[in-house]
């Protein structure tokens, strides 16, 4: 059975800049496509970036785009999330997902990510 370990949300001034990383368990780290979402109150669950293990190809979604970077460690079946520049509108529960692409991905437990103006 996967399982997902998230760790690494805060709160943060605009501009600031916070790591997350999520940690997978049951499951041989490769050939499968991980990522991050976003979910902000009284919105819907939104892509941020996805990676795949294989060769560490990367892809973003919308307003993240060149100020986060998503990374493998494939020695810690670890996936990281480095935000930079953050701003309030980045302000959200962020979620791990293994099977980025299925209908319904195995989901980490959420980190709050809190940016103040």
């Known amino acids: 059975q996967v399982q997902l370990m998230e760790s690494g949300g805060g709160s943060v001034q605009a501009g600031g800049s916070l790591r997350l990383s999520c940690t997978v368990s049951?499951?041989?780290?490769?050939?499968?496509?991980m990522g991050w979402f976003r979910q902000a109150p009284g919105k819907e669950r939104e892509r941020v970036a996805r990676?795949?293990?294989?060769?560490?190809?990367?892809a973003y979604y919308g307003p993240v785009k060149g100020r986060f970077t998503i990374s493998q460690d494939r020695a810690k079946n670890t996936v990281y999330l480095q935000m930079n520049n953050l701003q309030p509108e980045d302000t959200a529960m962020y979620y791990c997902?293994?099977?980025?692409?299925?209908?319904?991905?195995?989901w980490g437990q959420g980190t709050q990510v809190t940016v103040s103006s």
């Open positions: 049951g499951v041989s780290f490769s050939a499968f496509y």
């Open positions: 997902a293994y099977n980025f692409f299925d209908t319904h991905p195995t």
């Open positions: 990676i795949y293990t294989t060769d560490g190809a990367t």
